[in-house]
């Protein structure tokens, strides 16, 4: 690895294209998300090779991606359940920790319960971070800190008049987490597609035509490359 370059300690990626890849090759939708997955457990693993990246948080599944056929939704929920099993060892092997954020509450009960599981068992892990966005929406996000703002202040747990950013941040899903400097989006598609509303207000964007499945460790070493060329002014000179 290039040694002079600046490594972002939080990269977020909205893994698309997943349909794209199958499509191309006559195959159904979901041996697309297999093989992105396949992908995704890559990443993970090149994670050791990427020092300086303490985080990196994956969109695997949005608030809207319900409206999928009941076929797509179970077989993603069946290989999110197949992939925990597959590599909760990667994460221990590689002293990472496994973070989800979402509305876990309203995801099916197996891959609800493995995910709690893996969390639970990651969590005193010392290493780089990866975090799973599931039933993940950010203006359902932002939406759940302001109702858990608004409980404090009805019981005069919180006076309204302390409210600010700072304050606002602590009640989002993971607040631990600092911003992504990085978003990356493969498959080409210029939206945010509501990754993230409130952290990536200062993101640095890549988008890659790239689809998911085939976006490797060189793919991302070439957004870390383009995130390097970037000045970032957070507003100012
Ligand atoms: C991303 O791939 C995976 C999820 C959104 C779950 P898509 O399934 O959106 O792939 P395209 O966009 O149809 O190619
Ligand atoms: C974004 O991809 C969500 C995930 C990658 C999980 P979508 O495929 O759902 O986004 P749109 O529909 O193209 O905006
Ligand atoms: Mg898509």
């Known amino acids: 690895m290039e ?11 909205i893994m698309d ?69 597959a590599n909760l060892a990667l994460f221990m092997e590689n002293d990472l ?3 989800v954020t979402g ?13 709690k599981e893996a969390v639970n068992k990651t969590k005193d892990n010392q290493g780089p971070c990866v975090i799973i966005a599931l039933n993940y929406g950010g203006r359902s996000e932002i939406a759940d800190a302001a109702k858990a703002i608004a409980r404090k202040v009805a019981k005069g747990e919180l006076d309204a008049e302390s409210i600010d950013e700072k304050l606002f941040a602590e009640y989002l899903y993971n607040p631990q987490v600092p911003d992504p400097d990085l ?9 945010l597609s509501n990754f993230l509303l409130w952290e990536i207000s200062y993101s640095e964007i890549y988008v890659t035509d790239t689809l998911w499945p085939d976006f490797d460790k060189n793919e991302l070493m ?16």
């Open 183 to 191: 978003l990356i989006r493969t498959s080409g598609e210029l939206r």
């Open 97 to 99: 920790k496994l973070l």
């Open 17 to 85: 294209g997943n349909g794209r890849w199958a499509a191309k090759r006559s195959l159904e939708r979901c041996e697309g998300h297999r093989m992105g997955a396949e992908a995704l457990k890559n990443l993970i693993e090149s994670m050791k090779d990427l020092p300086g990246v303490k985080y990196m948080s994956f969109y695997a599944f949005s608030t809207e991606n319900w409206k999928r056929s009941e076929e797509e939704v179970s077989a993603l929920m069946h290989l999110l359940v197949e992939f925990l099993d």
């Open 222 to 237: 070439e957004a870390i490359k383009a995130f390097n060329k970037r000045s970032r002014r957070f507003g100012g000179r």
């Open 103 to 115: 509305r876990l509450e309203g995801m099916p009960e197996e891959p609800r319960i493995k995910l």
């Open 3 to 13: 040694n002079d370059l600046v490594i972002p300690q939080h990269i977020a990626i």
